[in-house]
C-alpha cells in the first residue's frame, strides 16, 4: 500500500461520489493513473463497495443500540448456528464477536422503545444458543464512523 493509494482510499472514504477527475487533482494524479489505481483496489478487495450514508433519524430511526449477547456455548455448532441467524436478520447492522464477557456485540436501529422491545421479545431473544442479553442505549453519537484511519507516508 503506497502513499497514493493510501490518499485515494482517505479521499474515497470522505466522499465516494467525488468523480475520478475531482480525485484525481486532490492525490494529484492523471484522470487514468488514478482510475487504474481505483480499479486495482477493487480488484484486490481493498476497496469493497460503495453506499451513502444516511442520517439515521431523518428516516425516522430514533435509537441506536449496542446489545451484548452471552451465548449458553462456545462450541462451534453453537456459535455457526448464532452467526447463521444473525446475518439472516436485516434490524442487525453489525455483528462483532468480542472477548470478555460477552461473546458477541451487535449494532441495532430502531423507530422507537416499543419497535425495540417488540424486535427483542420477537427475534432477539428467539436467536439461538442465547444465555444473557444485555442492550446499551447510546445516547448521542460523539464521532460516527467515517472510515478507517489510513495514515498517509511521507
Not at 453506499?51 to 455457526?80: D, H, M, P, T
Not at 464477536?97 to 428467539?126: H, K, P, T, W
Amino acid at each position: 500500500m503506497d502513499r497514493l493509494n493510501q490518499k485515494i482510499l482517505a479521499e474515497l472514504q470522505q466522499d465516494s461520489s467525488a468523480s475520478i477527475a475531482v480525485l484525481a487533482d486532490r492525490v494529484g494524479l492523471s484522470l487514468s493513473a488514478c482510475h487504474r489505481r481505483i480499479k486495482i483496489l477493487e480488484s484486490d478487495g481493498i476497496i469493497e463497495g460503495y453506499s451513502a450514508r444516511v442520517n439515521r433519524r431523518r428516516v425516522g430511526l430514533e435509537l441506536l443500540l449496542f446489545i451484548e449477547v452471552k451465548l449458553r456455548s462456545q462450541e462451534s455448532e453453537c456459535l455457526n448456528a448464532f452467526e447463521t441467524a444473525v446475518v439472516a436478520m436485516p434490524e442487525i447492522l453489525e455483528c462483532h464477536m468480542i472477548s470478555g464477557d460477552f461473546s458477541y456485540l451487535l449494532r441495532v436501529a430502531a423507530r422507537n422503545a416499543g419497535a425495540y422491545e417488540q424486535l427483542y421479545r420477537e427475534r432477539l431473544s428467539a436467536l439461538p444458543n442465547v444465555a444473557e442479553i444485555r442492550t446499551l442505549m447510546s445516547l448521542s453519537t460523539v464521532k460516527p464512523f467515517s472510515g478507517f484511519y489510513l495514515p498517509v507516508a511521507g
